[in-house]
């Protein structure tokens, strides 16, 4: 009976995810065209509200074309794995109900996230094309830079609460969110978000200028809906993360889900503002700015809790 109520809340969650996913294209697109003085999606029913449906029924009906040359399962199967590991990810998350009891919940999340690399580099690789394995390198070789320095900061956090489990995230932040205590990390950490995520400034997965259109180059219909989904799906995962280490809150509290959309809103906003790096650049800002700082915040959380156990 318990394995079928978590099978039933999982599938509720998933189905959740991927309708909120839906509105949230639709949100950046409303907000990117104000920022550019446009209004954006306005013509499908009522201010353009089923236009994700729509997109969605279009892309899913399309003819689905491969290369003649590639590997085709390997292909075809790779942005199935995308979305389902990002959609695995959101199992970690502490729910009240105990829809699954996560006392590992850090690690999980890490583990999630590293095995995403493999997704997008065999969807470059197996696509048989210069360019899609130019931007699959490219994208992967920035999510791996980067992840050294978000599993630092997680570590840093495991040092200063002593658990592996997110429920204590909110314990530790009924009185003072850890945003004011860690305003740096709290930066850093948004940073690493939009990298991990290939979001603007961050986006060399996707490359325009230079890659045609990365990874996904030879995908389309279906294949580059999922891998749609899954980007927007991490957004929202990764908005709902920060929310969560930084500002606190119960997910039973409306202000929990407005903190979420604040912070999503941000991610589109960076979009619309900011033009992208380059990439010597993105590297250089890994390797010789966040991970010292990261490394140094790491050392400093040690030496705290070694002086509180030794004098407290």
């Known amino acids: 009976m ?7 809340g999982s599938l509720i969650l998933i ?23 446009r209004k954006g999606p306005n ?33 075809y199967f790779s942005p199935v794995f995308s979305l389902f590991l990002s959609l695995l990810c959101w199992m970690c998350i502490p729910y009240m109900v105990k829809l699954f009891s996560f006392d590992l919940g850090i690690l999980f999340f890490l583990c999630c996230t590293s095995l995403s690399v493999y997704a997008i ?3 470059g690789w197996s696509s048989n094309s210069n360019y899609a394995l130019l931007g699959s390198l490219r994208a ?33 932040q009924n009185y003072l969110w850890f945003m004011f205590m860690l305003f740096p990390l709290m930066v850093v950490w ?3 978000s939009l990298a991990e995520m290939n979001r603007t400034p961050f986006d060399f997965a996707e490359g325009e200028s230079e890659l ?37 809150g119960d997910l039973f509290f409306f202000m929990f889900y407005l903190k979420l959309v604040l912070i999503s809103f941000l991610v589109i906003w960076v979009r619309g503002s900011l033009p992208r790096f380059r990439y010597d650049k993105l590297m250089y800002l890994a390797w010789k700015s966040f991970l010292p700082l990261s490394l140094n915040y790491l050392m400093f959380f040690i030496g705290v809790k070694i002086f509180l156990m030794m004098f407290i």
């Not at 318990?2 to 039933?8: E, G, P, Q, R, V």
């Not at 070789?141 to 320095?149: D, F, L, P």
């Not at 570590?155 to 658990?163: E, K, V």
């Open 2 to 8: 318990d394995l079928m109520l978590s099978f039933i």
């Open 15 to 37: 189905i959740c995810v991927l309708v909120s996913v839906a509105f949230l294209t639709l949100f950046e697109r409303k907000v990117l065209g104000y920022i550019q003085i």
């Open 43 to 75: 013509k499908v029913g009522i201010m353009g509200i089923p236009q994700p449906f729509c997109d969605a029924i279009k892309l899913f009906t399309k003819e689905q074309t491969y290369p003649f040359m590639s590997n085709y399962l390997s292909y």
């Open 121 to 123: 580099m065999i969807a």
């Open 140 to 172: 992967v070789a920035q999510t791996i830079s980067y992840e050294v320095s978000l599993a630092l900061i997680l570590l840093s956090f495991i040092f200063l609460i002593g658990d592996y489990n997110f429920m204590n995230f909110f314990y530790y």
């Open 190 to 192: 948004m940073s690493i």
């Open 212 to 248: 045609v259109s990365g990874f996904n180059i030879e995908y389309s219909s279906g294949g580059y809906a999922l891998i749609f989904l899954a980007e927007y799906s991490s957004i929202l995962f990764m908005s709902m993360l920060f929310s969560l280490l930084f500002l606190g």
